[in-house]
């Protein structure tokens, strides 16, 4: 089965400062790479997502990039503000009716004012 | 208002006890998922279900039963709750073709 790895478990910058968290993956036939944010206390929720057929997509001060070569992804947060705070968790998955998502352990990623 | 519900939400739970997480949504997904949330471990899947009368064992589905009755229902059940069971489960549902989960509040139970 899938297996979701990611680095770091945590991660402390200044804000304004970028922010890269990291995550490989075993299964190569996992084409969906979603990322989720857990504020403290509260429900984790989707952010960004990329699927396998492209290489790089943003959402304003968010990016995430894809190597299916290497089976890795990353997400990449930039201008980082207090608010961005959390418990950030990216996962993989296959298409089709075996929809489940496994993921990574978790970074919790703290911005310091 | 659409979403997910869980309950209860808290529970303190003697170890032996049988214990049921309830789960429901209101959005029509095909698929509903349990996850347990602990420290440094991530969101591990328990169970799933793809469909309706369907279920998939996920990765640590020992300890744990399901059921899909219908679309909007999904119980998960420890028939005989041990300490290690202990954890922050959140159920979540989604389309099943690879798209957004939405999660519950999440349950916390503690196992004595």
């Known amino acids: 089965g899938e297996n979701v790895e990611q680095h770091p478990s945590t991660l402390s910058v200044q804000e304004g400062d970028s922010a890269v968290i990291k995550c490989t993956y075993s299964?190569?036939?996992?084409?969906?790479f979603p990322w989720y944010k857990q504020e403290l206390g509260k429900r984790p929720q989707l952010i960004i997502d990329?699927?396998?057929?492209?290489g790089e997509k943003k959402d304003q001060r968010i990016a995430v990039t894809l190597n299916k070569t290497a089976k890795h992804f990353s997400l990449h947060i930039t201008e980082t503000q207090p608010e961005d705070s959390a418990v950030y968790f990216c996962?993989?998955?296959?298409?089709?009716?075996?929809?489940?998502?496994?993921f990574g352990q978790g970074t919790t990623l703290q911005v310091k004012p | 208002i659409a979403g997910i519900t869980q309950a209860p939400t808290s529970q303190i739970l003697a170890a032996g006890r049988r214990m049921t997480l309830r789960c429901t949504q209101d959005?029509?997904?095909?698929?509903m998922y349990w996850y347990r949330q602990d420290l440094g471990l991530g969101l591990r899947l328990i169970h799933y279900s793809n469909t309706a009368g369907t279920t998939g064992k996920g990765e640590v589905p020992d300890g744990y039963s399901v059921s899909r009755a219908n679309t909007d229902d999904f119980p998960l059940t420890l028939a005989s709750a041990v300490p290690s069971q202990t954890s922050v489960y959140f159920c979540?549902?989604?389309?099943?073709?690879?798209?957004?989960?939405?999660f519950g509040e999440g349950s916390r139970l503690t196992v004595l």
């Open positions: 299964d190569s036939a996992s084409n969906y």
């Open positions: 959005m029509r997904h095909n698929a």
């Open positions: 990329i699927r396998s057929n492209v």
């Open positions: 996962a993989a998955s296959r298409t089709g009716n075996t929809g489940k998502l496994i």
């Open positions: 979540a549902s989604g389309t099943g073709n690879t798209g957004e989960l939405f």
